[in-house]
Structure formats: C-alpha cells, structure tokens
C-alpha cells in the first residue's frame, strides 16, 4: 500500500512538473509571438518576388527620417478586396517612421470616409489608398490604378501586337513607392512650387509621362504665353523654355529680364543644330533617326543648312547675358565608349562633371544628349559665374554644315574637341540672383529616354533645385513584366556542348563501368 502511495506521488510530482514546464513553454511561446507582431513587417515578412517589388529606396528613408506631421495612411478595401501586397507594402513602408500608421476603412460599411476628405471617387472593388495628414488635415487618394499602371515601348506593343494580335492590357509597374512619396509629400507641404512653360514659338510638346513626373513630385505645371501678359506670374518657381523652333521678341524677352532679375529661374532645352536635307543619302550624318518630339522639325529641300544662328538671334543674345552662347556645330561624340551603339555617334553618353546633379542619377545609367549642339563660355561677365554640367570627351568633333556629302565620319574642317553639353549660370540681380540653367539636347526631356537613360532623373534634381526643394521625390518603380532570360552565343555553344556531349557521355561511361563490375563479380 506504501509502495502504491509512493508511486502515485512520484506520479503526481511528476505529472505537476510536466504541466509547469508546459504552462511555462507555453507562456514563453505567446510572448516570444506577440513580441514578434511588434516588429517591423520587414523582419517578419520575406519578399520572394524576383523583381523586390517589396524595395524601398534611399529617397523614401532619407525623406522619412525627416517627417514632421503626423501622416495616416488608409487602406480603402472591403474584406474580401484587400490586396495583399499593396498592404504589405503599405505596413513595410510604415516601419520608415514613427509619425506615420496605417489603417484600413471598408467602404462599404463607411460610404462616406473617403468623400469627407476628397471629392474624388474610387472603385470600391479595389484596393485605394487615402493619405491624410492629421495635423493639417490635408489629403490625397492614390487609385488603384495608378499604383498598378501600364507602360510599353512603341517596340514592345509592335511585338506584343504581332506575337497576339492584340495590344496587352496587364499592367507592367508597380508604383506604389511613387504614389506614397508624393502624396505624403503634398500633404505635408505648405506651397507646392510652381513651373511656367512658355508657349507660342513652336516649342516641343510636353509628354504625359513627362508631366506625370512633375505631378508626383508636386510640381504644379501651367502654360505661360509671353505676349498675352504684362508680367511673368509671381508665383512662378521656374520658367521653362522646352526647344523652341521661333525666336523670342525683345518684348517677351524683357518680361523674362524683370523675372530673372528679381531672383527668377529660367531653364532652357534647345534644338537648334544643322540638319541634313532630303537630299542626303544612306551615308549622311542623318542615318540615325531625328529624335520623335512634338514639333515639325523636317529640312527643306535647299540642300543647305537649315538652321542659322541668327534664328534665334534674341534669345541667344539673352544667353549671352548669362555668359552662355550658342556655338553652332552638330556635336559627335568619337569615343565610342561615350555614344550609344545603337544609335551612332550623334547620341552622346554625357560625362557628367562633379556638380551635386550629377548625384540623382544611379551608377552604371547614362544620360543621353542626342542630336545636340555646343555651348562657348563667356568667362569675363561681372557678377555671373558659370558652371559646366555636362561635356563630351576630347575626341568629340562638330559639324558646322550638313549637306548630302556629310557623313557621321570626321572630316576635314570639323571642329575637334570637347564640347559643353549643359551649363549653368548665376548671375546676381537687383533683388536677388538668377539662375538659367541650358541643356543643348531636345533628348532632355523626351518621353523616349525616361526608361532607358537617366535623363529625367538629372532633369529633375536641376528643376527641384531651382523650384527650392531639398530634392526630387521620384524614384523607380519595379517592373511586373517577367524578364526573359538569355544569354550570349558563346555561352549557349558552351551550354549545348555541356548538356548535349559530356554530360551524355559521362552517364553512358558510368552505366558501362557498373555494368562492367556486375559482370565480373
């Protein structure tokens, strides 16, 4: 009986340490969980998608770091709408700064949260974002698609087109990154800066993705027709002259002078080199294609330089206030490392100098300057000092005059040496310093460079810092489109040799030497 009572007790100890040691494993567990639902969702949550569409960039933790006002980002999706990766993101994103926190509404319980802050109306089977600055009350909706937006090269819908026979519809980016920045950024903003472009001399229209840039990083663009006003507007951050094919009235130049000379900036993009005529034939310097713009810029049939200096006699004149004049040359590049491939000679790969610009725009990415002319330098102008932004190479060479017989080659009587692409001036005024900022390229700002070359990153770290931002808000978004895979002829012989020969060949040796020790023994 003793022996019984003392094996029940061992049991019972036992049987009571067991449950201990299993409420206190079980106590550790829920506060090791609920202490891991405090982490950022960063360290909780692995991206596994091959374009890291989970990627925030610097620009986003630098701008957050410094974030003020306390920011609310709404997630606007019924329970069954809510798409996982947007609020993924969202919650990733939030991690950035203790100012800013994420929540989500169900519009069809709330019908009316989002319409009590914006006018704008939204498709309630999707996933919206409404970001409201909680300080100021200020907010901005980010649809749904414009975090999921498509965007195809004409070659890549020509291909699409012919591989399906029909033009895709799937969308290709996934912008939420853009979208959160610029929204937080305009809620938390007083005065969005303001970009005039003028209008009325032929200039070069202003592409939708061009302006969608400006848009995201809060830049308010409105067209400005110099001869139907007294004054530039008081609120103009900038004035921008976008390749022109008239010149200017001294008129219209004179209400730029009492702009500048009161602290306003002026940024000039220009198109004006000598062009080929129709006569040319296959081997002229015309053999690559005229840049696509929003202006007629088809030669003549005189079989002579098209363009001359005095064309824009009083715009250039204006330029020269500044210490900057226009050199009338098509500049090639001789570098070959320093021009586009495909393209030839006359699409440079600027060397960008030291200037802080040059920062915006990322490693191993090229900001091309194609069809451009050069830029002299008047070093001996009181109160003007002037900065070189972009040249070429020293084995550049220009072409004065383009006829049939001209070809992309150097020849005899061009002009050898390095040329000024970019430059900027500043030149100090009665109230206050001006600066005239002029890219010699229409390619600046041309929607056919914004996914292959760097261009309108450069762009808009120069329009930022005349506007008075610390810096452009914009960044990439990945792609959603899948990328093929491929490889050079080189590896695909050593490949198919690999797979095709020795690995054959070594399964069959192997296979015949068990075969041959089975039979022996």
Known sequence: MKQQKS????????????????????AVLILVNLAAGLLPASYTSLSVSGQDIYAISDTSRTYMKALDDKITVYVVASDSAVDNIVYEYVDRYSDLSAKLSVKTVDPVLFPNFVSGYVEEAFDSATTNLLVVNEENGRARLILNNEIYYQQYSKEELNYYYMMYGQMPDNPTYFNIENELLSAIDYVSMERLPTVYYTAGHGEFTLDDSVKKLFDEDNIVLNELKLPTVTEVPTDASLVLIYAPTMDFTEAELNLLRTYADKGGHILLISYDVPQTTQESDDTTADTDEAPETGADTEAPDDGEATVTPEKFANLYRFAAEY?????????????????????????????LTSHPYAAAVPSNTYVLMGYAHGITVQDSLSGVTVTKLMTTTTKAYGKTLIDKNTTVEKQEGDIEGQFILAAKSDKIGSKGTSSFVWFASPLMLDAGTIGSYSNVSYLMAVVTDLCDKEASITVNSPSLQVAALSISDSAANTWSVILIGIIPAAMLLCGFFLWRRRSTR
């Open 7 to 26: 094996i029940g007790g061992i049991a019972l100890r036992y049987g009571s340490y067991s449950l201990i040691v299993t409420a206190v494993v079980l």
């Open 323 to 351: 210490g900057l004049m226009h050199q009338k040359a098509l500049v090639l590049e001789g570098d070959s490392a320093h021009y586009s491939s495909y393209y030839g000679p006359t699409y440079i790969h600027a060397t």
